[in-house]
């Protein structure tokens, strides 16, 4: 499995462990950047490039990291066909790809814990995306990614 990752300054040390936690346990980990702490760049750039490249097809799976994972997911799903999610922990980083398919989880690095992150991402890349009532929700932000640009209805 082919997995993008990328940061901004604020978890660049974060990035590393995860990636080394990654190349670990056998996956593909190509790392979108930054690598230099102590200079300040914007993460909605780092957002975007991971959701472009599993929009993209050219990696499976993606991971963005940045102080709290919130700027960054924010980043990431205005990409037409991402689903990025937050996640905190084992469950939440389950629930992500079970209920949701997400195919980008986001972390913060000022606000988890290393072995944490290790765990929620671990039972993120295990879970197993559902079917049944999940599929037709799916099919709703699948909708809004062509209807974010007509004009709000009245």
């Known amino acids: 499995m082919r997995i993008a990752i990328a940061s901004d300054h604020a978890a660049v040390?974060?990035?590393?462990?995860?990636?080394?936690?990654?190349?670990?346990?056998?996956?593909?980990?190509?790392?979108?950047?930054?690598?230099?702490?102590?200079?300040?760049?914007?993460?909605?750039?780092?957002?975007?490039?991971?959701?472009?490249?599993?929009?993209?097809?050219?990696?499976?799976?993606?991971?963005a990291l940045c102080g709290t994972g919130i700027g960054i997911s924010i980043a990431a799903n205005k990409i037409a066909g991402v689903r990025a999610a937050v996640i905190h922990d084992e469950t939440t980083g389950r629930l992500a790809r079970e209920h949701n398919h997400a195919n980008v989880i986001c972390l913060g690095a000022r606000t988890t814990g290393e072995q944490v992150a290790f765990d929620a991402i671990d039972a993120y890349l295990r879970a197993v995306p559902g079917d049944g009532r999940h599929l037709g929700r799916l099919a709703k932000l699948a909708a809004l990614d062509d209807a974010a640009s007509l004009p709000p209805e009245n």
């Open 13 to 63: 040390s974060f990035k590393s462990a995860i990636t080394d936690h990654l190349t670990a346990e056998g996956y593909e980990v190509r790392d979108l950047g930054t690598n230099d702490p102590t200079e300040s760049v914007d993460y909605p750039d780092y957002g975007a490039a991971v959701g472009r490249a599993v929009a993209t097809g050219t990696a499976d799976l993606g991971i």
